[in-house]
């Protein structure tokens, strides 16, 4: 808060004179010019208003889209008397009519497809996963004509051909420990072992005979002794404590009290894998696998290494693998089926030290397995394969709500009628499914021309349904492709109907030969007949939407008719719609001349006396115009009760009849103008809306209007009075400043007076 000074010499109060002084100074300085700018901005305000109302104005008014197509006037309503069959729309200008029209056929899409399945060649040898079910095959049960019969598990095996008898490696009481099969550990640690309650420490366990003295001599009458390759403890009551160190029990595989003996479970004189070949006294280094030679040395590989050899091996058609818990050696075949696998050595002994004997043949099932399944398991039913469906003769009925089997669904039995004993089912057996490859069917190149367009595709990587895609997706094709997956048949349609061919070729490729696709369809054009066109007689169309034939009618044909039933079409005019958007154009103007007479300038004054001029126009009479004004099409004044003064403009019932009377001189009174749709007047004049709308573009042309100029002007006496008020108000700041400093030397003046008075006054006593 500031704090003034001035005065305080003196009784005068210095402030409060300034204070009225600078006021007088702002009243006559700058008030005018804050007057002057808020009045200017209430007339930019006014102005900016006019504009906005006449660019609506002439926004309604749409001269350009009119003049240039005179059908936006007068709307159409088209009536159809049976759109079961057809319907019809109208765009443009379509003059009023009514015709029949009888619909004698309709278009249709032309089509190519296989003459024949698609053949990938299924028999009864074929592999079930070779055939084209119609459902994933699961056994289980299957009845036909009330009989029931299990389908077997169809999963096929693989041969087996393993080691009769437990492969040994010679394991004697006087071999290190290191070479037995310990349980789980490669060593006995020492510690403590507790057998019928007696704790004793293992010590110095070097060989198979220091395990077996040291179970004889430290438990009171137990023995040991190595009995095929296990330990085996008699005289046992119990065996090991929880508090045990040493895990010689558990190596040993003894756990079992039989009777007081207990045989360990562990295999000691089974291979390990790490043994060599060597040391269960194989020689010699080929060992021959159906025809193919494995080598090896036997003082440098293992089992493990054997096996890695075998496996690695492409043509050795067999997995080896040996199980350490049998101490067997297995060789199965990679490819199910019942082929025996053979084993030779033309050098070695390693046949009989692996004892490869035993022999498990593989179970080979076939489709000639699901034939003779229906054939032997159901009394009078016999079955057949033929052209890739399978057929039943001596059937009444086939499946029950029970069965477990889908075997009916997936030949597509199910979905079949049986006819005097016999059915054949839908599904095509031998045809390819829709993920198989084109190169499975034998396939070849890399392309296919569809109406003239190119698909390429990869045999070795694209399916079927690969294909499908890249034709449905190519908007080009002008085709759409599908697949039959019942029939294996590979099916193309036109896009477009009509009796249009679909030409194909395959440049490098086998394609059309193996899809067989030269059974073509040609479609049909839509016949129709106008009772106002062509005298009558047939038209036809490549499509069921007619149109160019009526100007601004299309015709959409959607079934037959009756040969004495036609349908009905009448296109009439909608005169409402003009009147409505005349009636709109008025109120705003009215609109626009009452804001205009309010206006406080010459410009409301001066647009209000333009258009009621205009509006007012009337054409020479010898114009050939049938009407010269716009009082002749019902225009009329509106004056207002209170003050009888005008008010505004509308149309009345005249407007109407003088439209149905002659809508062209409507339309030339109107929007007449040269080198459009409607014709101007005979000297050249245009209409009195198209004359309205070069009026207001004088006024709102974002270039050349009146407003534009006007917004000019007020851009220029706003910067005027800105500048004007920046230099009062700084004029009045300089004067204030003035006064304060002249109050301020007449206030010291006064104290120094009076400090000289008070002086004379104190010698004067």
Not at 265 to 275: A, E, G, R
Not at 670 to 688: H, W
Request: overall charge negative; hydrophobic content about 35%; glycine content about 8%.
């Amino acid at each position: 808060m500031s704090v003034s000074l001035l005065g305080m010499n003196s009784n005068i109060d210095s402030q409060g004179l300034i204070s009225q002084l600078v006021n007088i100074e702002v009243s006559s300085k700058i008030r005018p010019l804050e007057t002057k700018k808020t009045e200017l901005n209430t007339e930019r305000t006014s102005v900016n208003t006019l504009r906005d109302r006449l660019t609506t104005l002439k926004n309604l008014l749409s001269i350009k889209n009119i003049t240039s197509d005179a059908s936006t006037l007068v709307s159409n309503s088209v009536n159809v008397s049976n759109k079961d069959k057809a319907t019809a729309s109208v765009s443009g200008r379509a003059s009023p009519q009514t015709f029949d029209l009888k619909v004698l056929q309709l278009a249709t899409n032309s089509s190519v497809k296989s003459s024949t399945y698609i053949n990938t060649g299924v028999t009864g040898a074929s592999n079930l996963t070779d055939v084209n079910f119609k459902d994933t095959l699961v056994p289980g049960s299957v009845t036909i004509n009330g009989q029931t019969a299990v389908l077997s598990d169809l999963t096929e095996t693989a041969t087996v051909k393993r080691s009769a008898n437990q492969i040994s490696n010679g394991l004697v009481t006087s071999d290190l420990l290191s070479k037995a099969n310990l349980n789980g550990v490669t060593s006995i640690t020492e510690g403590s072992v507790t057998i019928n309650g007696t704790t004793a420490s293992t010590s110095g366990l070097t060989d198979v005979q220091s395990v077996l003295d040291f179970l004889t001599n430290s438990f009171a009458g137990v023995g040991a002794s190595l009995v095929n390759g296990s330990i085996e403890i008699t005289g046992i009551t119990t065996l090991g404590d929880s508090a045990d160190s040493s895990n010689l029990l558990n190596a040993l595989g003894l756990s079992t009290i039989n009777s007081g003996t207990v045989t360990g479970t562990q295999k000691l004189n089974i291979p390990k894998s790490s043994d060599t070949l060597n040391s269960l006294g194989i020689n010699g280094t080929v060992l021959t696998i159906n025809g193919t030679d494995i080598n090896f040395d036997p003082n440098t590989d293992t089992i493990s290494s054997l096996i890695t050899a075998i496996n690695n091996n492409t043509n050795v058609g067999v997995t080896a693998s040996y199980d350490t818990a049998t101490g067997k050696f297995s060789l199965t075949n990679r490819n199910t089926g019942a082929s025996a696998i053979s084993t030779s050595s033309i050098d070695s002994n390693i046949g009989s030290i692996f004892d490869l004997s035993d022999e498990t043949l593989g179970t080979d099932i076939d489709f000639q397995d699901i034939v003779d399944f229906l054939n032997n398991s159901f009394s009078g039913v016999t079955a057949t394969f033929t052209n890739g469906k399978v057929s039943l003769n001596g059937v009444t009925s086939m499946g029950s709500s029970g069965n477990t089997s889908n075997l009916l669904s997936a030949l597509g039995l199910s979905n079949a009628k049986i006819n005097a004993g016999s059915v054949t089912g839908i599904q095509n057996l031998s045809s390819p499914k829709k993920t198989a490859l084109l190169s499975s069917m034998g396939i070849t190149g890399t392309s296919l021309t569809i109406n003239g367009k190119e698909i390429t595709f990869d045999p070795n990587t694209d399916t079927i349904d690969n294909l499908l895609q890249k034709i449905n997706n190519d908007g080009d094709v002008k085709a759409k492709a599908s697949y039959d997956n019942l029939n294996g048949t590979f099916n193309l349609k036109n896009i477009q109907t009509g009796a249009l061919s679909i030409p194909l070729s395959s440049g490098n490729s086998n394609i059309l030969n193996i899809f067989a696709l030269n059974d073509e369809d040609l479609g049909n054009n839509a016949e129709f007949q106008i009772s106002t066109q062509n005298n009558g007689e047939t038209l036809v169309s490549n499509s069921n939407t007619v149109s160019g034939i009526i100007a601004g009618i299309s015709l959409e044909l959607k079934a037959l008719t009756e040969t004495d039933s036609p349908v009905r079409v009448t296109v009439s005019e909608d005169s409402s719609t003009y009147k409505n958007n005349l009636d709109a154009v008025l109120k705003q103007v009215n609109d626009t001349l009452s804001f205009a007479r309010g206006m406080k300038n010459r410009l409301g004054k001066r647009l209000d006396s333009s258009i009621k001029a205009l509006l007012g126009t009337a054409f020479d009479s010898s114009d050939s115009n049938r009407y010269k004004s716009l009082v002749d099409i019902g225009l009329k004044s509106t004056l207002n009760a209170a003050d009888n003064k005008f008010s505004g403009y509308s149309l009345d019932s005249k407007f109407s009849t003088a439209l149905a009377q002659d809508p062209n001189a409507v339309n030339k009174l109107l929007y007449g103008k040269a080198d459009t749709d409607i014709e101007p007047f005979d000297n050249g004049s245009s209409g009195i809306l198209v004359q309205l709308d070069a009026l207001l573009d004088t006024y709102v042309n974002s270039s050349t209007g009146i407003i534009q100029s006007m917004s000019s002007t007020f851009d220029s006496r706003q910067k005027t009075l800105d500048s004007s008020l920046v230099r009062a108000n700084q004029s009045v700041d300089d004067y204030e400043a003035r006064l304060k400093k002249q109050y301020s030397k007449l206030d010291s003046l006064n104290a120094g007076m009076q400090q000289q008075q008070a002086a004379v006054s104190s010698l004067s006593r």
